[in-house]
């Protein structure tokens, strides 16, 4: 597990590793300390980063310049802040928690365990989706997004005007983020359900979803009874 | 007051409306020098009397003058005859003396001067309509070179006298306005701290105004004896020049006008070629200053409504106004008038001018108290104060003494900060501690080793607050630690010839800029709290050097 701080108050950042730390416990567990904007940038460049905990104001850099970058990558961000009015926007963004300073244990714990469990959906609402395209970071807006589909170590976004964009995080990542109107259906598929016409029984107890531009998506057998009860 | 104000327009338009009771336009006096008594009877022969007066030095003369009367209603009666004339006389009406203005010389007594101006009663009976004759016995002691006219005008004699006194009333209406508001701006120039000219233009203007009418009405006031008759026109004469003269010097400071010397210099040029050349010529002098006057003013103004000054039309339209009175009324009224007018644009020039500064000295205290806002702002920032609380926490769960050391540090900054947010400028010392202890809370914070350092420190002098904490938040927000994990601050006071500097180092390494910083803020906020203390009499540089970053507040003695 690899995580990394970004915080430029020396005390606050022992504190987040100590707490962080316990917070573990035994797993094995490499915690990184970077006091500057730069100084994280590089180390995401150059090692893999599970979970980020970003402070947004650092040396009177704006963390908000970067935070388009950091929720595109393939990691969860989890913000710890004092900049507590800039919550809404950031969870737009798609972060996985806001923690406002000052914070104590619990509070951190609290975003930590999200990470831990990603059945935990996020309340808030996420409104874009930060995908990188040729060195840029681009937002999506979710009501763009029909589904997507699983690739790999990546996630495809198929959007309502029938282009395609990668995704650097993984379907089950972006399935904590994304509010209840996307649905799994499949190991493969996230759907937004505001683009879903019918269930499709085929033979073989095969099933399926037609959507509205008439594509049909696959539906796991196990998610079948799940999506049936929710739709119903 | 309707009443009074028709009498008024009625005085204005008098002399073209009305039916004269003489009936000659001008009648022409004849003159004989000599002294005979039967030279005033009315049927006696003066054919062979000249229209001019001969050299009469101290002896007596006689004129006489042949009036044709209209007839007239009873309501204008008694009659009253105004004679405008040089000298001392006897005046006979169809031979009958009816008064006398100033003293006859008799034998070795000297002659005692009349004044210009005299009115006397003639009786009813001796004013039927038709041919009458006004002979006087006169003696022109002082002055005899000076050859001036008779003139007669003949009203009812409480009108003759009453007439011009009603005028004068309006006119010292006037006057005392003028008066006014010269004591008003001659107080704002001598109690205001910075002393414009152009106040003292108008208050002198102002003043010169309520002297021309005073002295234009002073016969009123006073007998003047005909030999001093001129000096009071020539008074007129110089306040007029003047006036001419500083009319379109306020204008060109009014209206930023570029090229104020030559006009200022041909005006002048202009004028005493005019005193020149129409010299003894009183009325017409006045009227070409008022004309020339006029001229200047415009080419001011419209120069000012090209440059898009404020006020520029109204003054226009005022000028405008000034110039239709000064041509087509009475002359005199029109030129009091036509002044009135001019001054009234000038004085609304002054309450545009003065509800600009009242809007930039409001202006002035908003900011005052944005900025006080804004220091007592630096405390309760959420950058700041989260952080500091988020830290705190740490401290007291970690170590609860330390914890109450960074509390007590905080309070002290606190404290601080509050007894100066009110001020504009405090003393040097209050602004080092007030650093001192944010290095301590900081210190906390961050876990770098701050020093501070100072030498030369004035202890006498001021600085407005928060300006160098301001440099300090900066000098710790963009600065990586030297070795030994430490950073250096070091402020320098110097004097030299004209100003006085404080040059704030920081000993560090510069942080490399990544985003656009939302800073700046600082700067703005060190630069608007120079300005309201120092004006612009204040320099601030800031750069970066070999050795971390250097920022430099030059403050210039005025």
């Known amino acids: ?232 | 007051m309707h009443h009074t104000l028709i009498v008024f327009l009625l005085l204005l338009f008098l002399p073209t409306g009305y039916v004269q009771v003489i009936e000659d336009e001008e009648p022409v006096p004849v003159y004989h020098t000599g002294d005979n008594i039967a030279w005033a009877a009315k049927g006696f022969n003066d054919k062979n009397w000249n229209t001019s007066r001969s050299e009469t030095d101290e002896g007596i003369f006689w004129s006489r003058t042949h009036l044709l009367l209209r007839p007239v209603d009873n309501n204008r009666r008694p009659l009253g005859l105004q004679i405008g004339s040089f000298g001392t006389f006897d005046v006979y009406w169809d031979g009958v003396l009816i008064g006398s203005n100033g003293v006859l010389p008799y034998g070795h007594r000297p002659e005692q001067p009349g004044t210009e101006c005299s009115i006397f009663i003639v009786p009813d009976s001796l004013t039927s309509p038709g041919a009458h004759i006004v002979a006087m016995r006169m003696s022109q002691a002082y002055l005899p070179d000076v050859h001036r006219s008779i003139g007669f005008k003949m009203e009812k004699y409480t009108s003759l006298l009453t007439l011009p006194l009603i005028t004068m009333s309006y006119m010292n209406l006037m006057a005392g306005a003028f008066l006014i508001a010269s004591l008003y701006y001659f107080f704002l120039y001598f109690n205001s701290k910075h002393r414009q000219v152009d106040i003292m233009i108008f208050a002198t203007i102002c003043l010169l105004f309520f002297c021309l009418l005073i002295m234009e009405y002073l016969k009123f006031h006073m007998v003047i004896p005909y030999p001093q008759f001129y000096i009071r026109l020539e008074i007129i004469g110089w306040l007029t020049f003047t006036i001419a003269l500083l009319i379109p010097w306020y204008f060109t400071i009014q209206f930023h006008f570029k090229w104020k010397l030559w006009l200022l210099g041909l005006l002048l040029g202009v004028l005493l070629g005019l005193y020149y050349f129409n010299y003894g010529n009183y009325d017409l002098t006045a009227k070409l200053y008022s004309l020339v006057m006029l001229i200047a003013s415009f080419m001011v103004v419209i120069n000012g409504i090209i440059q898009k000054e404020k006020g520029g039309y109204i003054v226009f339209i005022g000028l405008l106004a000034s110039a239709m009175v000064n041509e087509y009324l009475f002359y005199d009224y029109s030129l009091f008038i036509s002044f009135t007018l001019i001054v009234l644009c000038m004085l609304y020039l002054h309450a545009i001018r003065a509800s600009s500064i009242e809007s930039e000295h409001q202006e002035a205290l908003v900011l005052s108290s944005r900025l006080q806002l804004e220091l007592l702002k630096k405390n309760i920032q959420p950058h700041f104060l989260r952080n500091t609380l988020t830290s705190m926490m740490d401290w007291v769960e970690e170590s609860p003494k330390e914890g109450a050391r960074f509390i007590q540090a905080l309070s002290a900054e606190f404290d601080i900060m509050n007894s100066i947010s009110e001020q504009t400028l405090i003393p040097i010392r209050q602004e080092i501690e007030l650093c001192r202890q944010h290095l301590s809370v900081m210190e906390f914070r961050k876990e770098i080793r701050f020093e501070w350092k100072e030498y030369g420190i004035d202890d006498a002098q001021l600085i407005p607050p928060a300006v160098l904490h301001t440099l300090l938040e900066n000098g710790i927000t963009h600065s990586i630690p030297l070795q030994g994990n430490r950073i250096v601050f070091k402020l320098t006071y110097t004097t030299g010839p004209g100003y006085r500097q404080y040059v704030f180092d920081t000993f560090a390494e510069n942080r490399p800029v990544l985003t656009g910083r939302e800073g700046g803020n600082g700067f703005k906020y060190i630069r608007a709290r120079l300005t309201e203390s120092y004006g612009q009499n204040w320099t601030l540089h800031s750069a970066a050097t070999a050795a971390g970053w250097s920022s430099t507040i030059k403050i210039l003695d005025r």
């Open chain 1, 1 to 232: 597990m690899n995580i990394l701080i970004i915080e430029d108050e020396a005390r606050i950042a022992k504190r987040l590793q100590r707490m962080t730390a316990g917070f573990f416990g035994n797993k094995p567990t490499e915690i990184i300390i970077c006091d500057s904007l730069q100084k994280g940038l590089s180390h995401i460049s150059s090692k893999p980063v599970d979970l980020l905990l970003l402070d947004l104001n650092l040396n009177g850099d704006n963390g908000f310049e970067v935070l388009e970058l950091m929720v595109s990558a393939s990691f969860h961000t989890i913000i710890v802040s004092a900049n507590t009015d800039k919550a809404i926007t950031a969870f737009a963004y798609g972060v996985l928690d806001f923690v406002p300073k000052p914070f104590d244990q619990d509070r951190l714990f609290r975003a930590l365990g999200r990470f831990l469990a990603p059945a935990i959906k996020t309340h808030e609402d996420i409104k874009y989706l930060a995908v990188k395209t040729a060195g840029q970071v681009k937002l999506i807006s979710i009501t763009e997004v029909m589904y997507i589909k699983g690739a790999g170590i990546y996630t495809e976004l198929h959007l309502k005007n029938g282009r395609q964009e990668l995704h650097d995080k993984s379907l089950e990542l972006l399935e904590q983020l994304l509010p209840v109107s996307f649905q799994r259906i499949h190991r493969s598929y996230i759907v937004n359900m505001e683009y879903a016409e019918k269930i499709l029984v085929q033979p073989g107890s095969r099933y399926g979803v037609s959507l509205k531009n008439e594509e049909i998506l696959p539906v796991g057998r196990s998610k079948y009874k799940e999506l049936r009860n929710k739709t119903l």
